[in-house]
């Protein structure tokens, strides 16, 4: 079973045992879930999205939107290409509700590209259930700054 315990210092990207890296900043920062969802995952640490907005869609999970000036805090994930086929179909590619896109985030200052998945409508919702609840345990475990953990939290 992999650690899922985020790396005290940057490991090198060379030396991932997997092809992929994915951007997480919903209910995938909870380990335990990806541990569940892609069992060859491994946790690389947090990292920052750029010019993009958090929220919640229509249909109650997190998305993000681009949003100049606006931050996004998540995590990086190194999946192998079963892990990623897994993610799509949880994300609900094929059936049009998210998009997979590669995009750069900030880990440790350093730019990295990566994976995420984007919800392919612009509505608002309120979170389904304990989902909150998975993303703020999440965001906790990858020791996300407190003011975006509140921000997170502030979406009760």
């Known amino acids: ?27 995938n920062l909870d380990p335990e879930q990806m541990q569940w969802r892609c069992p060859d995952a491994l946790a690389i640490g947090a990292a920052r999205l750029d010019d993009w907005a958090w929220r919640i869609g229509g249909r109650g999970y997190a998305t993000v939107s681009p949003s100049p000036g606006s931050q996004v805090w998540g995590a990086i994930w190194n ?40 919800e392919n409508y612009d509505d608002v919702g309120t979170p389904r259930g304990d989902y909150l609840e998975k993303i703020l345990l999440g965001a906790e475990h990858f020791d996300l700054p407190l003011e975006w953990i509140q921000q997170l939290a502030d979406w009760r």
């Open 79 to 118: 999946l192998s290409d079963k892990d990623l086929r897994t993610l799509d179909r949880y994300e609900g590619v094929a059936g049009g509700l998210y998009r997979r896109e590669p995009i750069i985030v900030l880990a440790n200052n350093q730019p990295i590209e990566t994976l995420i998945y984007i």
């Open 1 to 27: 079973m992999n650690e899922f315990t985020p790396t005290t210092q940057f490991i090198s990207l060379n030396t991932l045992p997997n092809p992929h890296l994915y951007f997480a900043y919903g209910s």
